[in-house]
């Protein structure tokens, strides 16, 4: 931030303003260490001044800060107080599964169709078999996205899909809707078999919306665990997390 060299000295006490206190020797070594990388230089008694390379490194560094920061702000959704949060969820999801949806239907290669094939029959067979649907639910979801050849909605899905949290609550709410969901999923098969991407798309989000319905309908059966924010890594909070999963037994979902 400076436009003149700075020292040791200098750099210590903005530091120390910063709630970062060390002394001046250690703020020396590390900007040793920084000449070293070609990332500040030294102008003698001067002080220091960061280098083109440095400034690039910075860039690099506040980039990374900025998408840290955006990771915590996404994250911070999956905690959930009533139905409607997880309905949030549940509408970004479909705004990413229709798009790999009509992606898959044009993109998608035989091999990877032939896997969603096994992936439905799997799921219509696993009611007699005692399975559980969810695996081979996952299993085409995954596929889909896989098809769709866009590396970003894949990986947004799979941090979605992948919350136990949202995976229990849409199974609680849809567990006597083994039938309908593999309807919506022979629906899905087949539009991505003509490689039809707007037929794909609509019935991709009636397989989602199906989801949105069943937790809004079944809002009063839902049972969340709510956990205080900054209390996670407490002696104080474990107890009082377990002693409510002891008391509501039925919390699991």
């Not at 931030?1 to 120390?16: D, I, N, P, V």
């Not at 002080?47 to 690099?60: F, N, S």
């Not at 229709?98 to 032939?114: D, F, G, N, P, V």
């Not at 896997?115 to 996952?138: F, I, N």
Request: proline share 2%; net charge positive; glycine share 8%.
């Amino acid at each position: 931030k400076t436009s003149r060299w700075t020292g040791a000295s200098f750099l210590r006490q903005h530091l120390k303003v910063s709630g970062i206190d060390i002394g001046e020797a250690t703020v020396g070594r590390v900007l040793s260490d920084l000449d070293v990388l070609g990332y500040t230089r030294k102008a003698g008694k001067l002080g220091r001044a960061v280098t083109k390379k440095g400034l690039v490194r910075l860039h690099a560094l506040q980039l990374e800060l900025e998408r840290e920061t955006s990771g915590r702000k996404v994250t911070s959704f999956f905690t959930f107080r009533n139905p409607e949060d997880v309905v949030d969820v549940l509408e970004v999801r479909r705004a990413i599964e229709r798009e790999t949806a009509q992606l898959a239907a044009t993109k998608a290669s035989a091999a990877q169709i032939k896997a969603m094939r096994e992936a439905v029959a799997a799921y219509h067979h696993s009611p007699s078999e005692g399975a559980t649907d969810s695996r081979h639910d996952m299993s085409l979801h995954n596929m889909i996205a896989i098809a769709s050849k866009n590396g970003l909605l894949a990986t947004l899905l799979d941090m979605i899909r992948k919350d136990r949290e949202v995976a229990g609550i849409v199974r609680k709410a849809r567990e006597h809707a083994s039938a309908q969901c593999a309807l919506e999923h022979d629906a899905i098969l087949a539009a991505i078999e003509r490689r039809d991407a707007v037929a794909a798309q609509v019935a991709m989000e009636a397989h989602i919306d199906g989801m949105i319905k069943a937790v809004r309908s079944n809002a009063g059966a839902l049972r969340y665990v709510i956990r205080p924010p900054g209390r996670e890594g407490s002696v104080k909070a474990g107890k009082a997390e377990r002693g409510r999963a002891h008391r509501e037994p039925s919390a699991v979902l």
